[in-house]
């Protein structure tokens, strides 16, 4: 070949595997690269061990043997993943049904303004936001009602990227983050004028406890809606493929354990709200949550390889390649749980705080 | 940390009955410029608890605004300026909120408050 045959073909090969790395890869062009992966708070030397750690907590069955130490296990998972899921997945950390014709990032913000109208989220009013992670729904939910959104985040990591991603938005002034425990949750009684969670109190031991702190720091006559993680009544514990499913769930997304669909009405009428209204929006006429997922064998190939190479450099942590791979199989147990129906990750409930209690 | 949620934050320690304001102890104080709402602002002027504001604002090293404050006063220009300064553009960068009660420090790092908790105090 010619020399100028020669470049042009390098050229040609040096574009593809730009295209198929840097374009195809990333979730947003301006978002996370992936020579930024960390640990998160945990120093890249520890990352290996911070990861069998997690995984070997939430090998034992069901019962988490200590209720105490599933916060500090959840806050490890989100130092571990907080990264990949910046790069790989986007700012907003959770599912929304799928909308032909309208892209990934349309439709989660489609989602999330659904939280806010729902709640009555207005201009001059304070809404908290439970499990705030990297702060995606909260810039989505500010921008579309003009509320001022405070959110709560148990990992500091996180904290600070969300901080990092208020200052460039538009709706910066609109916004805060508080680094603390929703399970006691450092705000004064009757506060907030309203409040959501999406896809977070799944992390809570108990509901009941992450319930009756957004009561008691709710307004009364305030509105609360979550979009809950639940099996659904298509689950049958006696048989051994829903329960692998589930457990592969709660096993690679940080859950003590995963709720029925009846538990959450219950749990919120316990602690003393009214419920308004409940409705898994995973259920046709919705589309496919999970066909997000199916990044495919040769997505998982060119992200482990990316991340190999740069693990070898030094640049992304040792373990990382675990974390992403503990990922993709849970990717695989998500898809499962949404393709027979037995999991939904968007039981929506909306309640109200009683007017006089 | 803007002076707008450092109003709504409070001590959950154990044990303390009323943790609320938390003093500010200010090592840095940064100020951002926002666009002046007013709706906004009489909106929260319902919702502030006005003597703790006025506090943390002269802790943040703010001295402009009044002790006391009635909703005739946000018809004044120079009143709405202020309090608009006060609540949305002074930011605690680095420092940290105590508790009334125990005098346990919450640190404030990179402009956000950590109020996580020790085992014992949960």
Redesign the interface.
Not at chain 1, 123 to 126: A, D, F, L, T, V
Not at chain 1, 176 to 181: H, K, W
Not at chain 1, 184 to 188: I, S, T
């Given at each position: 070949m010619d020399s100028l045959s020669l470049l042009w073909t390098a050229a040609i090969l040096a574009a593809g595997l730009y295209w198929f790395f840097c374009v195809l890869g990333p979730a947003e062009q301006k978002g996370k690269s992936a020579t930024a992966i960390s640990g998160g708070s945990i120093s890249a030397e520890k990352v290996q061990d911070k990861y069998k750690q997690y995984w070997s907590f939430f090998l034992r069955p069901k019962e988490i043997e200590t209720a105490?130490k599933v916060p500090d296990f959840v806050d490890t998972f989100y130092n571990l993943v907080t990264d990949i899921y910046e790069w790989g997945w986007g700012q907003s950390f959770h599912f929304s049904p799928s909308i032909p014709g309208k892209s990934h990032r349309e439709a989660t913000r489609i989602h999330e303004e659904m939280a806010a109208d729902l709640i009555e989220a207005r201009?001059?009013?304070?809404i908290l936001d439970v499990g705030c992670g990297v702060g995606g729904p909260m810039r989505a939910i500010a921008a579309h009602s003009g509320a001022?959104v405070?959110g709560i985040t148990?990992n500091?990591y996180q904290?600070?990227r969300a901080?990092l991603h208020n200052k460039k938005a538009r709706v910066?002034?609109l916004c805060?983050?508080?680094?603390?425990?929703f399970l006691?949750?450092?705000?004064?009684d009757d506060?907030?004028d309203g409040a959501y969670s999406i896809e977070a109190t799944c992390h809570a031991p108990k509901l009941d406890e992450v319930y009756a702190q957004v009561f008691r720091v709710l307004k009364p006559g305030a509105l609360y809606v979550s979009y809950e993680w639940v099996t659904t009544d298509k689950f049958r514990g006696e048989e051994a493929g829903h329960v692998e499913t589930i457990e592969g769930i709660e096993r690679g997304d940080a859950l003590p354990g995963l709720r029925s669909y009846a538990d959450i009405a219950e749990t919120a009428r316990r602690v003393g709200f009214q419920v308004l209204k409940e409705l898994d929006l995973a259920l046709p006429p919705s589309h496919p949550w999970w066909t997000r997922l199916k990044m495919g064998r040769i997505g998982y190939w060119r992200n482990h390889l990316l991340i190999s190479v740069l693990s070898a450099l030094g640049i992304a942590p040792k373990g990382t390649l675990h974390v992403h791979h503990m990922l993709f199989q849970t990717a695989d147990h998500l898809t499962r749980g949404g393709h027979t129906g037995i999991f939904s990750p968007m039981h929506m409930i909306l309640c109200r705080k009683p007017i006089s209690t | 940390m803007r002076l707008l949620t450092h109003n709504m934050l409070s001590s959950n320690i154990k044990g303390v009955v009323n943790g609320f304001p938390l003093r500010i102890e200010a090592e840095k104080v940064v100020e951002k410029t926002v666009e002046m709402n007013g709706d906004f602002l009489k909106k929260m002027f319902e919702k502030v608890d006005w003597k703790a504001f006025v506090d943390a604002s002269r802790a943040m090293g703010y001295n402009e605004l009044p002790e006391e404050a009635d909703p005739s006063m946000l018809d004044s220009d120079e009143f709405l300026n202020n309090f608009h300064h006060a609540l949305l553009e002074l930011h605690l960068e680095e420092g940290a909120l105590v508790c009334p009660e125990t005098g346990r420090r919450f640190p404030v790092t990179k402009g956000i408050p950590n109020m996580l908790l020790h085992e014992d105090e949960v």
């Open positions: 105490e201009p001059g009013q304070r001022n405070v148990i500091e904290v600070q901080r910066e002034s805060e983050v508080v680094c603390g425990n006691h949750m450092p705000f004064p506060s907030f | -």
